[in-house]
Antibody, heavy 115, light 110 residues
Framework: EVQVVDSGGDLVQPGGSLRLSCVAS????????MQWVRQAPGKGLVWVSR????????DYADSVRGRFTISRDNAKNTVSLQMNSLRVDDTAVYYC????????WGQGTLVTVSS | NFMLTQPHSVSESPGKTVTISCTRS????????VQWYQQRPGSSPITVIY?????PSGVPDRFSGSIDSSSNSASLTISGLKTEDEADYYC?????????FGGGTKLTVL
């Protein structure tokens, strides 16, 4: 069974940093793109970042480029999102998802940026 | 960057058919696959259509997807509506460096 489990969300002050993690199982992790998507309270889905199967290609939404960094460890079936210079409007549930088509999603992890 | 535009909300009665549109602002709708996700309150999204019209295993065949190059749009059609179909639906597509979601459509089955 394909599983994607995301974690690491917390309450952080504006300007702070946080690292989210996503552990995958049930499929050949190193063969798939992985992505992060977020959803602010009561709002729609917004794409954040993606990484290709071997980590050589990464893309970011304009709103996070230069502040967030996506990475992966294929030996540990893990993808991470390092978030720096966090802003209040980064507050959201962050989802990890598999593949270009986002065919399997994690349960989400809540990031709250507030003083 | 392109945008995907969906109606904010639609409503229909149980047993009827509803279609949700998703219009691409620039570039051809056929140039990259479109996906559709269902999200119920408090839950993660699930894929109901991928690659324009493919249905994942476990998704009822009441759900179907299509694209129309003349209107540069994609559509999600749900037939034989059930109360359990009430949810938010999002379309999604991508290009070489970007992934885009539509704003979401709230489907009410009443």
């Amino acid at each position: 069974e394909v599983q994607v489990v995301d974690s690491g969300g917390d309450l952080v002050q504006p300007g702070g940093s946080l690292r989210l993690s996503c552990v995958a199982s049930g499929f050949s992790f190193s063969s798939f793109w992985m992505q992060w998507v977020r959803q602010a309270p009561g709002k729609g889905l917004v794409w954040v970042s993606r990484i290709n199967h071997d980590g050589t290609t990464t893309d970011y939404a304009d709103s996070v480029r230069g502040r967030f960094t996506i990475s992966r460890d294929n030996a540990k079936n893990t993808v991470s999102l390092q978030m720096n210079s966090l802003r209040v409007d980064d507050t959201a549930v962050y989802y990890c998802a598999r593949d270009v088509s986002l065919d399997n999603w994690g349960q989400g992890t809540l990031v709250t940026v507030s003083s | 960057n392109f945008m995907l535009t969906q109606p904010h909300s639609v409503s229909e009665s149980p047993g009827k058919t509803v279609t949700i549109s998703c219009t691409r602002s620039s570039g051809s709708i056929a140039s990259n696959y479109v996906q559709w996700y269902q999200q119920r309150p408090g839950s993660s999204p699930i894929t109901v259509i991928y690659e324009d019209k493919q249905r994942p295993s476990g998704v009822p065949d009441r759900f179907s997807g299509s694209i129309d190059s003349s209107s540069n749009s994609a559509s999600l059609t749900i037939s034989g509506l059930k109360t359990e179909d009430e949810a938010d639906y999002y379309c999604q597509s991508y290009d070489s460096s970007n992934v885009v979601f539509g704003g979401g459509t709230k489907l009410t089955v009443l």
